[in-house]
């Protein structure tokens, strides 16, 4: 797609799953694509190789890291904040230290990055964060601190929008429902827990959430900005 062909574009949490199509969409659309992993390094060595990309090990917990490198990234075109961890069980029992690391990565990363991209970002420059279907629905218990961070995008994004619109920067948000991952594999125990609210009794793939991710980033996007945008099967229907 000529819309984003030499763009800058960095995406966090590139090397598995939904960041990983990401970054290949980008790639084969002709952009300068920079991802971050955290513990998968020999994955993003994978991606790298097959795709051109640069990979950076950038742990998105670590709040001036995550500062740095997307100082570092240069003026950039297009941010793409993928990187997520899900803590999943009883709020009750759980280790306030795994909530408190998910809210450094799913909540403070995001913000940070967003923040630190816009300070160099040309006019026409692109925010994009990848959500969740539960920022809007929390149809099932123990994901109530997944929820919360996913939720918290959609206000961050809003605000953003109206901070940087001035400047002709786009801030959205990507809702994506069950997407088979590692995180979400096709398999696993969320299955039966979403598939009878769903139109599509299925995961969807890692590529339907980049081409979405792609079409914001590009030019008929540009009108786009403070909102949500849901990829979800029929969830949320
Ligand atoms: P995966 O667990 O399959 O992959 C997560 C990616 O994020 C990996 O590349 C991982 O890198 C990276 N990541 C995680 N923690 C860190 C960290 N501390 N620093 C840097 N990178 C990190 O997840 P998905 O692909 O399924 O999810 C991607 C995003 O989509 C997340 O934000 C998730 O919440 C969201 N989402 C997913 C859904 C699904 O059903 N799969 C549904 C709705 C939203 P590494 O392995 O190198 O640490």
Request: proline residues 6%; glycine residues 12%; without cysteine.
């Amino acid at each position: 797609m000529a819309g984003v062909q030499g763009k800058s574009v960095l995406v966090l949490g590139g090397s598995r799953g939904i960041g990983a199509a990401i970054v290949r969409r980008f790639a084969a659309d002709g952009a300068a694509v920079t991802f971050t992993y955290a513990g998968s390094k020999e994955a993003a060595e994978r991606l790298a190789a097959e795709t051109g990309a640069t990979a950076v090990m950038t742990d998105s917990a670590d709040r001036d890291a995550v500062i740095a490198r997307v100082r570092d990234s240069g003026p950039l075109d297009v941010l793409v904040v993928n990187a997520g961890v899900v803590v999943y069980g009883d709020p009750l029992e759980m280790d306030p230290d795994a909530v408190d690391q998910l809210i450094r990565i799913n909540i403070a990363a995001p913000y940070h990055a967003s923040v630190e991209a816009a300070r160099r970002m040309p006019e026409g420059g692109r925010i994009i964060v990848i959500g969740s279907v539960n920022g809007d629905r929390v149809s099932f218990p123990g994901i109530s601190a997944y929820a919360m961070s996913k939720s918290a995008m959609q206000s961050m994004a809003r605000g953003l929008a109206r901070d940087f619109g001035p400047r002709g920067i786009t801030v959205n948000v990507v809702q994506p429902g069950p997407i088979d991952t590692d995180m979400n594999p096709a398999d696993g125990p969320f299955k039966d827990l979403v598939y009878p609210a769903m139109a599509f009794k299925r995961h969807g793939r890692p590529e339907d959430v980049a081409g979405m991710v792609a079409w914001l980033a590009g030019p008929e996007a540009g009108f786009v900005t403070g909102a949500m945008h849901t990829i979800d099967g029929g969830f949320g229907a």
